[in-house]
């Protein structure tokens, strides 16, 4: 086999082939011999890996060993989001820095507390001298998510002291992260909409004063411009997804990571390459293909047996992106309803009506309601309901934001989790993660090259 360009098709066929001769695990296996795949339990029910004082996510109750679906909760610290988002919204306040404390010290903080942590923010909002230019405008990406994992990971070069891992250290890290991911994301957004959208790009510096979710429509804006009601929602947003629990696949990543001892900027970038997935954070993107999907296929959207029937095409794989999957649909632990997802189509609704979105926030309505019954004609599964997914990226897109910041909004909405969840586990697990695998492979004879065919 010559790998040459001209062979490349076949090279990379034969190559499969050779893999695909050579390994096969039976998924049987995992069930004869009480694997947990995906670290689940027979019953759905994640396997208890881990302590935290963070975050708790409810979906179910356990009754006489049966699950039983409730109304879902999501708890920071011991106070529920909805309450937060209450808060934020009767006092009209912006929420996120408080949150960012929440998470990271475990209380709500004070008047001056709260002032000195905005301060903090806004100080380290602007990036290391010459950062942009040696390390997003120099390495342009098609991807986002890889820009900033890799823009993240650089940043260990700009610190003085990157491996130490004493608490007062990881703290001015976290936090200099939290403030500094916002401007890294819409700077590399710029950097890809020159190189590869061939548009115009523009910077502007970090004004004074203004909240994250305020600072990330000044940065990305070409005129700065944005009304009060667009920077609330998209502050409401960074609130609910700010944290879900250290099982969650990108909380669960970095700290596995940080269970080896490793730095900060590793442990982030880890997080934000598994965040990336489309069964993780990269599912609001899936939403809002699928939902440009129906609005071409159906010729009536608001005609619910039509619509049904094409929500009953896409898990049948002949409609849709062929996946079998109706997008924004479904959750690992919730069961009855995501209480992000409730709050996001509560506070949506208006800004849809006047932005002239209204027709696409009511499709997504009407598949919360019909996909439910869809799955279980389909498949028999009646707890299904929507999850966060399903309305974040119409707001995104209400907001004008384009589709290659949707993952990395989450994911500046999610490192003061991850940055909890890292500090609780250097502080009191302090043991890395080191799970089994059953081994499968049959004992062969070493051949010596020259009697190999």
């Excluded at 990379?12 to 695909?20: A, G, I, P, V, W």
């Excluded at 700009?158 to 936090?175: C, F, G, K, R, W």
Aim: charged share 25%; hydrophobic share 40%.
């Amino acid at each position: 086999m010559q790998l040459d360009k001209l062979d490349e098709h076949e090279d990379k066929e034969y190559l499969c082939r050779e893999y695909l001769k050579n390994n096969y695990i039976d998924p049987e296996f995992s069930e004869k011999l009480g694997v947990k795949r995906g670290l689940r339990n027979p019953d759905g029910t994640g396997v208890l890996a881990g302590l935290t004082n963070v975050c708790d996510v409810v979906g179910y109750e356990m009754k006489n060993g049966v699950r039983e679906a409730i109304d879902g909760k999501l708890i920071y610290r011991g106070i529920s989001v909805e309450d937060l988002v209450e808060a934020a919204i009767c006092e009209d306040r912006f929420m996120f820095e408080e949150v960012i404390w929440l998470l990271l010290f475990g209380s709500l903080p004070g008047p001056k507390q709260l002032e000195d942590l905005k301060t903090l923010l806004e100080e380290h909002r602007r990036l290391p001298d010459n950062f942009v230019e040696d390390m997003i405008i120099k390495a342009p990406s098609p991807d986002l998510m890889n820009k900033i994992g890799r823009s993240v990971l650089a940043m260990y070069s700009y610190d003085d002291n990157p491996d130490d891992l004493s608490l007062e250290n990881v703290l001015a890290q976290s936090i200099n992260l939290i403030a500094a991911l916002p401007t890294l994301v819409v700077n590399a957004y710029q950097v890809k909409r020159r190189v590869y959208d061939k548009k115009s790009m523009f910077f502007h510096m970090p004004v004074e004063g203004l909240s994250t979710a305020e600072h990330i429509l000044s940065s990305y804006r070409p005129d700065q411009k944005f009304t009060h009601e667009e920077a609330k929602l998209l502050d409401l947003c960074l609130m609910v997804h700010a944290d879900h629990g250290g099982g969650n696949n990108s909380a669960f990543a970095c700290r596995v990571l940080s269970s080896s001892g490793t730095d900060t900027y590793a442990a982030i970038s880890a997080a934000i390459g598994s965040l990336k997935g489309p069964k993780h954070g990269g599912a609001n993107i899936k939403v809002m293909q699928q939902l440009d999907q129906i609005m071409l296929g159906v010729e009536n959207v608001y005609d619910e047996e039509e619509l049904r029937e094409f929500l009953r095409r896409i898990l049948r794989r002949q409609a849709g992106d062929g996946s079998g999957l109706i997008y924004g649909m479904g959750h690992a632990v919730y069961t009855k309803s995501d209480p992000r997802a409730v709050i996001l189509r509560r506070n949506a609704a208006h800004l849809a009506e006047e932005k002239g979105f209204e027709e696409e926030f009511q499709v997504l309505c009407a598949i919360e309601k019909l996909a439910p019954q869809v799955f279980a004609e389909e498949k028999g599964n009646k707890d299904v309901c929507a999850n966060v997914d399903l309305f974040s990226g119409l707001i995104y897109r209400m907001l004008g934001l384009s589709a290659d910041l949707y993952t990395p909004l989450f994911a500046i909405s999610r490192i003061p989790g991850w940055c909890a969840h890292r500090m609780e586990e250097i502080v009191f697990a302090n043991r890395i993660i080191r799970p089994a695998y059953k081994y499968l492979g049959v004992r062969q004879k070493y051949i010596p090259l020259d009697a190999r065919k």
